[in-house]
C-alpha cells in the first residue's frame, strides 16, 4: 500500500531529474493536499516530532513534510509542488539567514509567503532558548554525550563563547547528531514553550 513516505521519495527523485509521473500518480492516490518545505532532516525530526506529541497524524490529514537538502533547493520544490505543478498548498519552515530563498523560490511559484514560519538563527536556536541550555544538558547527559559535551567546551575555540552558542555548535559536530537531537529537544519540550515558528507551523496545517 502506498504511503506518504513513498511520496516524499518520489518528490526528491522527482527534484533531481527523475520522472514526475509517480510523483503525480502518489499525489492522486494519498490525497496529498499540503507540502511542508523544509531545509534537512533535523528539521523533519522536529516537525515529525512535534506531530506525535499532538496526536496529528499528518499522512493521514495529506500532509507531506518535504527535506529539501538545503534552501537553496526550495525554488525546484515549490515549481513541482505548488500552482504551476501538483497545486499543492505550500508552507514550510526556515532560518532566518535562509529567509530570501524562500520568498524568491515561492513568489517564482506563485504561493503565497505568509505561511513560511522564520526561525531566529535557525530551529536549533529556537529549540535551546525554549529549553535554555541547562535543559539541554539534562538531555545530554541522559544520551550519553555529556562527556563529549564538556571535551568540546574545554576546546580553545570554544573559550569565551557564551553556553548558547556553544550548545549550538556542539549539535552540528557530529554527522546525525542534529537530527537525533531535533527529535529529543521537541520531546523535552513543556507544552507552552514551544517555539513560535514551530507552533505556528504545526497549528497551520
Same mark, same amino acid.
Request: glycine fraction near 12%; proline fraction near 5%; aromatic fraction near 6%.
Given at each position: ?21 509517480? #510523483? ?7 490525497? @496529498?493536499? /499540503? !507540502?511542508? *518545505?523544509?531545509?534537512? %532532516? ?66 517564482? #511559484? ?7 514560519? @522564520?526561525? /531566529? !538563527?535557525? *530551529?536549533?536556536?529556537? %529549540? ?78
Amino acid at each position: 500500500m502506498a504511503d506518504m513516505r513513498a511520496f516524499q521519495d518520489a518528490v526528491t527523485s522527482w527534484a533531481t531529474g527523475g520522472p514526475d509521473r509517480p #510523483a503525480r500518480d502518489l499525489a492522486e492516490i494519498l490525497g @496529498v493536499r /499540503t !507540502a511542508v *518545505l523544509l531545509e534537512g %532532516l533535523s528539521d523533519l525530526a522536529a516537525v515529525e516530532a512535534l506531530a506525535a506529541r499532538r496526536d496529528r497524524d499528518l499522512a493521514a490529514e495529506g500532509v507531506c513534510v518535504v527535506p529539501m537538502g538545503g534552501a537553496m533547493n526550495v525554488g525546484r520544490y515549490a515549481g513541482l509542488l505548488g500552482p504551476p505543478g501538483l497545486g499543492l498548498r505550500l508552507t514550510g519552515l526556515c532560518d532566518e539567514g535562509e529567509q530570501g530563498f524562500y520568498e524568491r523560490g515561492l513568489t517564482r #511559484a506563485k504561493a503565497p509567503l505568509q505561511d513560511i514560519y @522564520v526561525c /531566529t !538563527a535557525d *530551529l536549533e536556536d529556537e %529549540l535551546i532558548r525554549a529549553l535554555g541550555t541547562t535543559g539541554v544538558e539534562e538531555i545530554l547527559r541522559a544520551e550519553g554525550d555529556f562527556r563529549a559535551w564538556q571535551t568540546f567546551q574545554r576546546q580553545p575555540a570554544q573559550h569565551g563563547r557564551p553556553r548558547h552558542q556553544q550548545v549550538r555548535r556542539f549539535l552540528g559536530t557530529e554527522k546525525g547528531r542534529k537530527i537525533r537531537y531535533g527529535r529529543l529537544l521537541v520531546e523535552a519540550l513543556a507544552p507552552d514553550r514551544t517555539p513560535a515558528p514551530l507552533d505556528g507551523l504545526l497549528a497551520s496545517l
